[in-house]
């Protein structure tokens, strides 16, 4: 079966540019989170979904940050504009939401802002 | 606020000495608590779930262990192979949680040769 699939693995761009990072979620979960990674901060949980609608966004870091679900199978956060700050691992991870819901990550986006 | 302690940060081995990582979580009701392994350049692989205190899991060399306050993943014997970062997380009781975990900053084990 296939995993979370995420795009693109890598990305460099300039400081002031858009990016966009995508994830489609395994098939017939339900739920989707978005996370950042740093040597810093560890895991932090950005956004989630529930059946494609935002229920927590609390950890957006600011106004720059943005994401959609616009159906089951696909998922978007952009970052507009972009700053050196942002640089980060980006991980996705869906689940099924049965009991104690196992979250299954996908293998992230590698994000530099020069 | 639901919060995950880990130690200790760094653990360095030498193979086939056995030691043991902790998780001290603070939640107003367990769900679960979930232990994951993230290697360099890739997420989170899940390993292990546990419900309730006083229940055990293995998998080959690792076994995960549960109390009120704390979880341990114990490592038998370790090969270089089970380098790698291992992360704990929570997960809360209440119908509005969604399947949220909260983590801990992960315990960085590097098992020499």
């Known amino acids: 079966d296939a995993g979370v699939i995420q795009s693109p693995r890598h990305e460099v761009t300039e400081m002031g540019q858009e990016v966009t990072l995508r994830c489609k979620p395994i098939s017939g979960h339900n739920s989707l989170f978005w996370y950042r990674q740093t040597m810093m901060r560890g895991l932090e949980l950005l956004i989630y979904f529930n059946n494609n609608v935002p229920i927590d966004d609390s950890g957006m870091p600011e106004d720059r940050f943005s994401a959609k679900m616009p159906n089951a199978s696909f998922s978007t956060l952009k970052i507009q504009p972009s700053e050196p700050r942002d640089s980060a691992v980006y991980f996705c991870?869906?689940?099924?939401?049965?009991?104690?819901?196992?979250?299954?990550f996908g293998p992230g986006t590698r994000l530099l802002v020069l | 606020e639901d919060q995950v302690t880990q130690s200790p940060e760094a653990l360095r081995l030498q193979e086939g000495e056995s030691s043991s990582l902790n998780c001290s979580y603070t939640?107003?009701?367990?769900?679960?608590l979930f232990w994951y392994r993230q290697d360099p350049g890739k997420g989170p692989e899940f390993l292990f779930t546990?419900?309730?205190a006083g229940e055990e899991k293995e998998k080959e060399r690792l076994k995960a262990t549960l109390t009120k306050k704390e979880s341990f993943l114990h490592i038998t014997a370790p090969k270089p192979e089970d380098s790698a970062t291992y992360l704990c997380a929570v997960q809360a009781t209440g119908g509005t949680s969604y399947g949220k975990l909260t983590f801990g900053q992960g315990t960085i084990l590097t098992v020499h040769p």
């Open positions: 939640v107003s009701g367990l769900r679960g």
């Open positions: 991870a869906s689940t099924a939401l049965t009991g104690a819901s196992t979250q299954y």
């Open positions: 546990l419900y309730s």
